[in-house]
């Protein structure tokens, strides 16, 4: 029997959005995401700062454990990727990265009525088949 497929949503956002969900990941300065994000118990997760935190990990754990360590350290270190991943946030529902299809459709739609909207440019849609999805690098 085939895994039933999770999936995650990212929203890519302007710079001015951005630095305000970081500070607030609820998105309360954004009346219209933040009510989608309530009705779902979603909240927000900048990218950038998800590869911060995983490389403080490792750091802190060792990083032969970590076969992502190296490329996301570079990732944060490299200017142009960090300003790009500032922008990215991952939206988190129930405290999960990845949820299933009835609440990610019900998400998109409605997240979907939102871009072009106060600096909300783009919704993008992930599952977790590995072949829809970039493999880690080698080492």
Known sequence: MEPTL???LRLTVSPELADALRADPAGASHSALHEVLRRHDATLKCQFDAFADYVREAE??????????????????????K?????????????????????????????????????????????????????????
């Open 60 to 81: 802190r754990q060792g990083t032969e454990n970590y076969p992502l360590y190296q490329w996301t350290r570079e990732t944060i270190e490299n200017a142009e990727k």
């Open 83 to 139: 300003a790009r991943y500032l922008r990215s946030f991952t939206v988190y529902v129930n405290g999960g990265e990845v949820y299933g299809k009835e609440v990610t459709d019900l998400m998109e739609s409605q997240l979907s009525e939102l871009v072009s909207q106060e600096g909300i440019q783009r919704i993008s849609r992930f599952d977790t088949n590995p072949a829809n999805n970039p493999q880690p690098p080698g080492r």
């Open 6 to 8: 999770q999936f995650q």
